[in-house]
């Protein structure tokens, strides 16, 4: 158990792991740490962003938009947006959209809680993943160059230029057809066009090599027809979107002013509420509300700017691998009949929506049997299967973080497997901040060599031992052993040995 899973040192990050009983792994300080320093950046693995919001994030890059919706899409799934054409040929070409996408675009018509529904995507997102590093680890046959951007869920600003230049290569390329083609060669450069462009960069047809030839003139002039009436048609799209937005914008404002508090206010209140970004089924379950409860450091982007953000010092520069995530803990072991119970119409719907998809039900088998450490014949799949689900989903509740807008709603969820690893406690000395893909631990306090760095899934200001306790235990399911715990415990103890020995003597 004392195994280094993430080698912190490598990339002189002051941390190390180490393993109690009762608290299992947790992360050590290796040199002392000022208060208000970055610990260590860590990347996202693998996410599950809720249906209804899917246009407001790039599915890649994890950018929000929070002023309007994303444009660039997968037209055969519409689950998956993206920021940029640069993160959707990321998509495409090293997470291995095209896999899940017909699983996704299922997914989203099955009627469950958003809670199971986003750990089953993170699921399905995850298998994906697992294909690609396979993929990476057969061109490289070498496991030692798994730790390489490729495997990171979110292109490295490397990666988009590379895409970038390819992207215009493209562009040169389809210019160069249209100029053969067309015998006036007089087309304008700066007027690419956008269609063309789709149409080599779209969904499951990526092929640049592979370019359709210029039709005749008739042609010609029956797809400029047919591009005006999309562009209409977009333009009639974007049009009714905005208007939606602002009528939205509008009512939200009329709330605010009805409670007479205006934006500012609300943003201060919740910067203060919610200091930490862990998070909870109940977050999913009710992202629709304003909540009460949750952890959120908001971070505007003047503060992303800043050198405090940047993702290289104090970096660890992969996201970790699938077994990474498998690795964490899960509490499925203490799980009752009736939560399996609860699960079983998800599991019905999984087992025969991952069987559309053969790679990704070969991964399945592949992984399952990996986990039991048995040939695929002795495996019943079908029981398997619902196990592998249901702790998987119990892994999810322990460890994944909530994404976040800027109006403190519920997106989604993600983990990053080495953070996995910080530890609760109700006097913490680091706090997380999340942004796009990365998660930020800085120290709150100063910290010693060989002290526990460990931070506050939830609230603790001012709330009782009994209720943090409740809190911790409903939602993460485990008894706090956090120093304040143990300190406050023993505190009620003796004294409750005091009475009973004054009780005796009198
Ligand atoms: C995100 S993981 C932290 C790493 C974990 N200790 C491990 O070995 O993988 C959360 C789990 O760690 C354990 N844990 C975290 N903080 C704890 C605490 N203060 N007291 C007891 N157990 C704790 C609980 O089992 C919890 O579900």
């Not at 299992?24 to 996410?47: F, L």
């Not at 010092?313 to 690795?327: A, R």
């Amino acid at each position: 158990m004392n195994e280094q899973l993430v080698d912190f040192i490598k990339y002189s990050i002051p941390l190390k792991i180490e393993y109690t009983e009762n608290k299992g792994r947790y992360v050590v300080a290796t040199q002392d740490i000022k208060k208000d320093t970055k610990i260590v950046a860590i990347k996202g693995y693998s996410t599950g962003i809720i249906d209804s919001f899917k246009k407001k994030i790039c599915s890649v890059c994890l950018s929000i938009n929070n002023e309007g919706f994303y444009d660039i899409s997968c037209k055969s799934c519409n689950i998956a947006y993206y920021c940029s054409k640069a993160c959707q040929m990321y998509s495409q070409r090293k997470l291995n959209h095209e896999l899940i996408c017909s699983l996704l675009r299922k997914l989203a018509t099955f009627k469950s809680d958003i809670h199971s529904k986003s750990i089953m995507k993170l699921l399905i997102n995850s298998l994906s993943l697992k294909k690609s590093e396979e993929e990476y680890m057969r061109l490289n046959s070498s496991n030692d160059n798994i730790i390489n951007n490729w495997l990171s869920t979110v292109p490295l600003p490397s990666d988009i230029e590379e895409y970038e230049k390819e992207l215009e290569e493209l562009k040169l390329k389809v210019i160069d057809n249209n100029c053969e083609k067309n015998n006036d060669n007089n087309i304008d450069k700066n007027h690419i066009d956008e269609e063309e462009l789709n149409k080599n960069t779209g969904e499951n047809k990526l092929n640049i090599d592979n370019q359709e030839s210029i039709s005749s003139s008739e042609d010609e002039e029956k797809k400029k027809k047919d591009k005006k009436k999309k562009k209409h048609k977009k333009k009639d799209k974007e049009e009714k979107e905005m208007k939606k937005h602002k009528k939205d914008k509008k009512k939200e404002k009329e709330k605010i002013n009805d409670n007479v508090i205006n934006e500012n206010e609300i943003n201060k209140k919740e910067k203060s509420k919610h200091k930490h970004s862990k998070h909870h089924k109940k977050d999913i379950e009710t992202n629709e509300e304003e909540k009460e409860d949750k952890n959120i450091d908001i971070i505007n982007e003047k503060d992303v700017n800043s050198e405090k953000y940047d993702t290289i010092t104090n970096t660890i520069p992969y996201s970790g691998t699938y077994n990474d995530m498998m690795n964490l803990q899960s509490h499925f072991e203490e799980w009752t009949d009736d939560m399996k119970r609860e699960w079983q119409k998800n599991i019905n719907f999984f087992k025969k929506l991952i069987q559309e998809s053969k790679e990704i039900y070969k991964c399945m088998e592949d992984v399952i049997q990996e986990s039991k450490n048995n040939s695929i014949e002795d495996i019943n799949m079908d029981t398997e299967v619902a196990n592998y689900l249901m702790h998987f989903a119990s892994l999810v509740e322990s460890n994944s973080f909530g994404i976040w807008n800027n109006k403190g709603k519920c997106i989604g969820r993600i983990i990053y497997p080495f953070a996995s690893y910080f530890n609760h406690s109700c006097r913490n000395n680091c706090y997380p901040v999340q942004y796009k893909n990365h998660i930020y631990f800085f120290a709150s306090k100063d910290i010693k060599k060989g002290d526990e760095v460990n931070f506050s899934y939830i609230d603790t200001a001012g709330v009782s031992l009994k209720e943090r306790q409740a809190h911790l235990l409903a939602d993460y399911y485990f008894k706090c052993q956090c120093e304040l715990c143990c300190e406050e415990e023993n505190e009620i103890i003796s004294s409750l040995n005091n009475k009973k020995k004054k009780k005796k003597a009198k």
